[in-house]
């Protein structure tokens, strides 16, 4: 059967690039993928498929076999950055400031190319692939909730995800057979003083004064109330207040991003910076509240469904197409479905040749074309080995 996915894979492989070109030229933000949700609708239909629309713009499609069995879940992302496009590139996009800087215009051509190929051997399949095409993974708490609550999940027995990653070589899979990448959370601080005049600081609260303090205050958390052998990164990403040198402002405003690995954990970080928040307000006669956004939680694969995809890329790509790595601090909302059923993710290298590699978000962001066939056959490949006995 690999065989007949890599020959499938091959021969559709021109056919996935122009979609995922046609994907970059017309990106869509979270919650706005309309377009591209006409667009999957459209190619799964030619296929013979019954797509159905979910959560606003996502779609979900079956692919039964012609005997019954489980049912695997394979998704992509469908949605776009707020960001201006500078790949250079004649599929760049066409709309401005919303770009596909995160390859998951990739990511939906890879699995409409995973349709192709099984829908051509549906007839060999035992049991039933469902194709899950996700909005809004970028904005928290991501846009797999939706889908979940939509049913998406309804009778399946494991799920499968994949990323593009453009610091992977070309022909490399990597994967974990545990935590593979953490949580995303963030905060969101306002420090509400006295502004007055600069000249006179005693008559005022000085909320910048007071805002240092609690960024240095916060990021000591790390160092000093979490176990070393624990990875946790907090990042402060915004300090804003004030505007003219000589007037002390009435307020400042503080965002930052919590990930880790322990589910728990996280919490008890968030909790640690809402009590440094209410002690220093009040030493510093000011007013601080703390907003806690609940993200994606961490992202740990399921070590039997881990295998079973470990076994379909060494398949796909031969013994050494496959590399186990050490988690990483990035995110992906993929956890929530993790949370509800067994499955796997993995990063498929896509490391652009012939040029400058740049990373995810970056607006110059590309990858190896190539990459989307290596991506249709370890993906139905993994399905079609899970769904074996």
């Not at 006179?200 to 958390?221: D, F, Q, Y």
């Not at 896509?350 to 400058?356: D, K, N, P, Q, Y």
């Given at each position: 059967m690999q065989n007949k996915i890599k020959a499938l894979a091959a021969q559709n492989h021109p056919a996935v690039v122009a979609l995922r070109r046609h994907f970059r030229a017309h990106p869509e933000l979270g919650g706005r993928e309309f377009a591209t949700q006409a667009k999957i609708v459209e190619t799964l239909s030619a296929l013979g498929l019954a797509p159905v629309p979910v959560a606003g713009t996502g779609v979900i499609a079956d692919i039964k076999g012609?005997?019954?069995?489980?049912?695997?879940?394979?998704?992509?992302?469908?949605?776009?950055?707020?960001?201006?496009?500078?790949?250079?590139?004649?599929?760049?996009?066409?709309?401005?400031?919303?770009?596909?800087?995160?390859?998951?215009?990739?990511?939906?051509?890879?699995?409409?190319?995973?349709?192709?190929?099984?829908?051509?051997?549906?007839?060999?399949?035992?049991?039933?692939?469902?194709?899950?095409?996700?909005?809004?993974?970028?904005?928290?708490?991501?846009?797999?909730?939706?889908?979940?609550e939509g049913g998406a999940?309804?009778?399946?027995?494991?799920?499968?995800?994949?990323?593009?990653?453009?610091?992977?070589p070309l022909g490399k899979l990597h994967i974990s057979r545990g935590r593979l990448m953490a949580s995303a959370d963030a905060f969101r601080i306002a420090v509400h003083g006295k502004g007055g005049h600069g000249s006179?600081?005693?008559?005022?609260?000085?909320?910048?004064?007071?805002?240092?303090?609690?960024?240095?205050?916060?990021?000591?958390?790390v160092g000093?109330?979490?176990?070393?052998?624990?990875?946790?990164?907090?990042?402060?990403?915004?300090?804003?207040?004030?505007?003219?040198?000589?007037?002390?402002?009435?307020?400042a405003s503080i965002k930052g991003t919590l990930r880790c690995?322990?589910?728990?954990?996280r919490y008890?970080?968030?909790?640690?910076?809402?009590?440094?928040?209410r002690h220093i307000g009040a030493a510093n006669d000011a007013e601080v509240t703390v907003e806690k956004v609940i993200g994606y939680p961490p992202l740990i694969n399921h070590p039997a469904v881990a295998e079973r995809v470990i076994a379909a890329g060494r398949?796909?790509?031969?013994?050494?197409?496959?590399?186990?790595?050490p988690p990483a601090l990035a995110s992906e909302d993929f956890a929530h479905y993790?949370?509800?059923?067994?499955?796997?993710?993995?990063?498929?290298?896509?490391?652009?040749?012939?040029?400058?590699?740049?990373?995810?978000?970056?607006?110059?962001?590309?990858?190896?074309?190539?990459?989307?066939?290596?991506?249709?056959?370890?993906?139905?490949?993994?399905?079609?080995?899970?769904?074996?006995?």
């Open positions: 012609a005997a019954g069995g489980k049912t695997v879940a394979l998704r992509a992302d469908i949605d776009a950055l707020p960001l201006t496009d500078e790949c250079g590139q004649p599929y760049a996009s066409t709309v401005d400031g919303v770009c596909h800087a995160c390859g998951h215009d990739g990511h939906t051509a890879a699995l409409l190319g995973v349709a192709m190929a099984l829908a051509a051997l549906r007839d060999g399949i035992s049991g039933t692939v469902r194709l899950i095409f996700q909005p809004s993974e970028e904005i928290l708490p991501g846009g797999s909730l939706g889908m979940i999940l309804a009778g399946v027995d494991c799920i499968i995800g994949a990323h593009l990653w453009p610091t992977a006179m600081p005693h008559r005022a609260v000085n909320p910048i004064l007071i805002g240092t303090e609690i960024v240095a205050a916060v990021n000591a958390i000093c109330n979490i176990d070393p052998l624990e990875p946790v990164v907090l990042s402060v990403g915004s300090f804003q207040s004030g505007e003219a040198e000589n007037i002390i402002p009435d307020k690995f322990d589910g728990q954990l008890t970080v968030l909790d640690r910076i809402e009590t440094i928040c398949e796909a790509l031969g013994a050494d197409g496959v590399e186990e790595i993790l949370a509800k059923v067994p499955g796997a993710f993995m990063f498929i290298g896509a490391a652009a040749s012939g040029r400058e590699t740049y990373p995810l978000h970056h607006p110059r962001f590309d990858f190896d074309e190539r990459a989307l066939t290596v991506a249709v056959e370890t993906l139905a490949g993994a399905a079609l080995g899970l769904l074996r006995p």
